[in-house]
């Protein structure tokens, strides 16, 4: 299984980013797919996840009412729309994946199996 993260770049504040994590290879039954972010300097950050079964979201404190994680079936694709950004959301974004992540450990980075490259995001003030 490989994932393959996209649709970083460089905005100013307020603005809007939608990010992209195509998975592809062998299906794996995933059940959960879920974005971090590390800022420069931080440790690996959890952002938002997307429960396969019954579509169920979860998002850190910080980034509530802004960002919204969604999911394309059809493209194997989860989608991580990104409003009102604000420089404390730079970072490198990665999507992960779990077949046996539970909701209990959903945002701790080593309930995942599955990592994608990364996608920089930068928010200009």
């Known amino acids: 299984v490989q994932l393959q993260a996209s649709g970083g770049g460089l905005v100013q504040a307020g603005g809007s980013l939608r990010l992209s994590c195509e998975a592809s290879?062998?299906?794996?039954?995933?059940?959960?797919t879920s974005w971090f972010r590390q800022a420069p300097g931080k440790e690996l950050e959890f952002v938002a996840s997307?429960?396969?079964?019954?579509?169920?979201?979860y998002y850190t404190d910080s980034v509530k009412g802004r960002f919204t994680i969604s999911r394309d079936s059809a493209k194997n694709t989860v989608y991580l729309q990104m409003n009102s950004l604000r420089p404390e959301d730079t970072a490198v974004y990665y999507c992960?994946?779990?077949?046996?992540?539970?909701?209990?450990?959903?945002?701790?980075?080593?309930?995942?199996?599955?990592w994608g490259q990364g996608t920089e995001v930068t928010v200009s003030s």
């Open positions: 290879g062998r299906p794996f039954g995933a059940r959960r």
């Open positions: 992960a994946a779990s077949s046996t992540v539970t909701d209990s450990n959903l945002a701790s980075q080593t309930a995942y199996a599955y």
């Open positions: 997307f429960k396969w079964s019954g579509r169920s979201t």
